[in-house]
């Protein structure tokens, strides 16, 4: 059974800073995307930033300069540093991870409560 387990939300000043992880664990294979995606109050989820196999990095517009993904092929953890956060940064975070191409997958955390106080 695959786990994604998140880690690192809470409450935080706007300006302040918060460092997302996110472990996989089971038997995965072939892990191709991962990445991390938000879901604020009353909003659709929607892409925050992914990282390919290969390193290859995609932001959303709104936290570009601000948020860097990273990971780590070798432990199958996912990191996402925010930095000058912003109160409309709010929302629960989740990590997701994609296989492929032999045994394409899509598998989801629990997500993480993020809080920005103005």
């Known amino acids: 059974q695959v786990q994604l387990v998140e880690s690192g939300g809470g409450l935080v000043q706007a300006g302040g800073s918060l460092r997302l992880s996110c472990a996989v664990s089971g038997s995965i294979f072939s892990i191709e995307t991962m990445g991390w995606y938000r879901q604020a109050p009353g909003k659709q989820r929607e892409l925050v930033a992914v990282?390919?196999?290969?390193?290859?990095?995609n932001y959303a517009y709104s936290v570009k300069g601000r948020f860097t993904i990273s990971r780590d092929n070798a432990k199958n953890t996912v990191n996402l540093q925010m930095n000058s956060l912003k109160p409309e940064d709010t929302a629960v975070y989740y990590c997701?991870?994609?296989?492929?191409?032999?045994?394409?997958?899509?598998?989801w955390g629990q997500g993480t409560q993020v809080t920005v106080s103005s």
């Open positions: 990282i390919t196999s290969s390193g290859i990095r």
């Open positions: 997701r991870v994609l296989t492929g191409p032999m045994n394409p997958a899509d598998y």
